[in-house]
């Protein structure tokens, strides 16, 4: 969608119109759901979170912010509600912690960052390692670069970063990653 029609869109949005909503929420949708994984390995919690972020849309309209850029807008937004979501249960933990009898609790993980199976070909494996070994945040950004197809100056906006650190955040990932393939494929 070019940016005259996102503007019209986001426009007749904040003007009440739903069908307006329901189409950015066919477009990105699917989009949102894949960020989100990609931050928090919960399928019901990411479901939850974007339907929240709509929610506020619809709650927010009349207050929303001339956006260039819908999906950023989005992403931001579901990011920032996933990490407030994370804040909440790391508190919530922190309580039951402390209660009597609170060693008997299952220690469950947030988080699970590679997804590596029996089946999968040896390459894609490799590859999965070396992006596993990256940082969160290093992952994040190859994620929103490579599988988005975001630009550096959206992605930027998105994580509240400057342009220049992003090609260089970008550029020690690769490196990174290049050099884990190197050393996989001599180790073979």
Same mark, same amino acid.
């Not at 997804?115 to 070909?121: F, M, V, W």
């Not at 550096?152 to 650190?165: K, M, Q, R, T």
């Given at each position: 969608?070019?940016?005259?029609?996102?503007?019209i869109?986001?426009?007749?949005?904040?003007?009440?119109?739903?069908?307006?909503?329901?189409?950015?929420?066919?477009?990105?949708?699917?989009?949102?759901y894949?960020?989100?994984?990609?931050?928090?390995?919960?399928?019901?919690?990411?479901?939850?979170?974007?339907?929240?972020?709509?929610?506020?849309?619809?709650e927010?309209?009349?207050?929303?912010?001339v956006?260039?850029?819908?999906q950023?807008?989005l992403?931001?937004s579901?990011?920032?509600k996933?990490?407030?979501?994370?804040?909440?249960?790391?508190? !919530?933990?922190?309580?039951?912690?402390? $209660?009597?009898?609170?060693?008997? /609790?299952? =220690?469950?993980?947030?988080?699970? %960052?590679?997804?590596?199976?029996?089946?999968?070909?040896?390459?894609?494996?490799?590859?999965?390692?070396?992006?596993?070994?990256?940082?969160?945040?290093q992952?994040?950004?190859?994620?929103?670069?490579?599988?988005?197809?975001?630009?550096?100056?959206?992605i930027?906006?998105?994580?509240?970063i400057d342009?220049a650190s992003? !090609?260089?955040?970008?550029?020690?990932? $690769?490196?990174?990653?290049?050099? /884990?393939? =190197?050393?996989?494929?001599?180790? %073979?």
């Amino acid at each position: 969608m070019n940016k005259p029609a996102e503007n019209i869109l986001w426009n007749n949005l904040k003007n009440g119109d739903d069908s307006a909503l329901t189409l950015i929420y066919a477009k990105y949708a699917d989009n949102l759901y894949s960020y989100g994984l990609k931050i928090i390995n919960d399928e019901a919690l990411v479901k939850d979170c974007i339907h929240e972020v709509f929610i506020q849309l619809i709650e927010k309209r009349k207050s929303l912010v001339v956006t260039s850029n819908i999906q950023i807008y989005l992403f931001k937004s579901l990011r920032n509600k996933l990490f407030e979501e994370l804040r909440s249960e790391k508190r !919530r933990k922190q309580i039951l912690a402390q $209660l009597p009898g609170s060693d008997d /609790l299952p =220690k469950n993980t947030i988080e699970q %960052l590679i997804i590596s199976t029996e089946e999968q070909q040896a390459t894609e494996r490799t590859i999965k390692q070396a992006i596993g070994s990256l940082t969160e945040h290093q992952q994040e950004l190859i994620y929103l670069k490579y599988t988005e197809g975001l630009e550096n100056h959206e992605i930027a906006l998105l994580l509240d970063i400057d342009v220049a650190s992003v !090609r260089t955040l970008l550029y020690r990932a $690769l490196k990174k990653v290049r050099e /884990l393939l =190197k050393i996989n494929t001599q180790g %073979l």
